[in-house]
């Protein structure tokens, strides 16, 4: 069960409206590494994970990433302003004038349709963790480009805030993928010595050692 609270995570607010820059805030709404993805791809992943712990950390972290997707949406409404107007339609932005009365779509920045593609989903609990962190990372370095290219100090507040709560969830997810090294993928496979060589392709000498995988142990059935 889900409670929606009718209150912004945190309030938004720009200075001015600013059509060509809510194209780019759509790109956090329906884009391949918005809030909406991380939202559904974390529930999603939840479904099967058996640990109680890391079952709520996903499904608390996957409620938060609704609550960004509401702060994203109420950014572009107020950047877009209130009159639908096809002067201002430009690229990415031209079905939300003549179909969608300027209502944030989930669509990314381009104007391509959200799709569950962009879920990565394993049943397997350190793949899993791997993929969030990462995903959590990519939607980092989205909201920095964001930054960069504003200047407004209403929606920088809003990008910071949102930019630090993502660099929250990857901390968490890197302390739940330390509890689990001994589990999943992390020691369903054997470490056999050819997973012990590097190969150095590029240049004379070696810049790396040897990797040292940890030998797998199979005396406990797989959990998650």
Known sequence: MFKHDKSLLQDVKVEQPNPHYAILMQEQLGGANGELKAALQYASQSFRIKDPA????????????????????????????HEVDITKAVAGTIEAHVLGGLSPMLTNSSGDPWTAHYINVTGDIAADLLSNIAAEQRAKVVYEYLYRQINDKEIRRTIDFLLNREEAHNALFREALNKVKDRGSNKD????????LYFDLSTPGRNFANPNPTPPSFDNPRRN
């Open 54 to 81: 890391i079952k709520d950390l996903f499904l608390d972290i996957a409620a938060e990433e609704l609550s960004h997707m509401e702060m994203v949406a109420q950014t572009i409404n107020l950047l877009n302003g």
């Open 189 to 196: 496979y054997g470490v056999t010595e050819d997973s012990k």
